[in-house]
């Protein structure tokens, strides 16, 4: 079931700002999609999904026949993290790959258990899944993870509690989103905004 605000990631043709483009022809779609829960006993969970079709039928010497739209990848991925953000477990799944040994490498993302999805994650996600020892696009897929991750908590923060239960702390601190993008430059008014204390992280 989608919560509010989801079909919004499904309307690719809806909501977009740019300028009217050229003529062109679609040739491929990727998504990436991390979905964010709060578990009952406490743990956060961020369920993400990497998806890439071709809208025309084509033959491939793997796989055969392929018909517009299928998935060409599909792959799936449950990192459930601590409140310290520490990935305490990590399930997947590769429901389309272009290769039948793809799914081989799948045990190997166990090696993340224990890691911070915090500073150096990146990092070491490539020292233990590059190369033969991962999937170029399972890594895709943490760093938008890791990436999420920072929302997750941040977005825990505004969500409806259960009457009594106490609000979850803060987990950024100021000095470490200065000079991180365009809108928390030093000098710039949402960084002043937050050190007065007059407003939440988005």
């Known amino acids: 079931m989608m919560s509010p605000g989801e079909p919004l990631h499904a309307a690719l043709d809806d909501g977009w700002l740019l300028p009217p483009p050229a003529p062109r022809?679609?040739?491929?779609?990727?998504?990436?999609?991390?979905?964010?829960?709060?578990?009952?006993?406490?743990?956060?969970?961020?369920?993400?999904?990497?998806?890439?079709?071709?809208?025309f039928d084509y033959d491939s010497d793997f796989r055969g026949r392929c018909a517009a739209g299928?998935?060409?990848?599909?792959?799936?991925?449950?990192?459930?993290?601590?409140?310290?953000?520490?990935?305490?477990?990590?399930?997947?799944?590769?429901?389309?790959?272009?290769?039948?040994?793809?799914?081989?490498?799948?045990?190997?993302?166990?090696?993340?258990?224990?890691?911070?999805?915090?500073?150096?994650?990146?990092?070491?996600?490539?020292?233990?899944?590059?190369?033969?020892?991962?999937?170029?696009?399972?890594?895709?897929?943490?760093?938008a993870v890791a990436g999420a991750a920072v929302q997750t908590f941040a977005s825990n923060v505004y969500a409806p509690r259960p009457a009594g239960e106490p609000a979850p702390p803060r987990v950024f601190r100021i000095e470490a989103l200065l000079g991180t993008c365009h809108s928390y430059r030093p000098d710039g008014p949402v960084i002043a905004q937050l050190k007065a204390g007059t407003a939440r992280q988005g």
């Not at 915090?118 to 190369?131: N, S, V």
């Open 25 to 55: 022809t679609a040739v491929h779609t990727r998504s990436i999609v991390c979905r964010s829960f709060r578990r009952d006993d406490g743990l956060m969970e961020i369920d993400a999904r990497f998806i890439d079709t071709r809208p």
């Open 70 to 143: 299928s998935a060409l990848h599909n792959l799936q991925l449950r990192v459930t993290m601590d409140r310290q953000r520490h990935i305490v477990a990590i399930a997947s799944a590769m429901k389309s790959t272009p290769y039948e040994s793809c799914a081989g490498v799948q045990p190997n993302f166990q090696v993340l258990v224990g890691l911070s999805l915090g500073k150096g994650f990146k990092k070491a996600l490539y020292e233990r899944l590059g190369g033969t020892q991962g999937c170029t696009h399972v890594i895709a897929m943490m760093e």
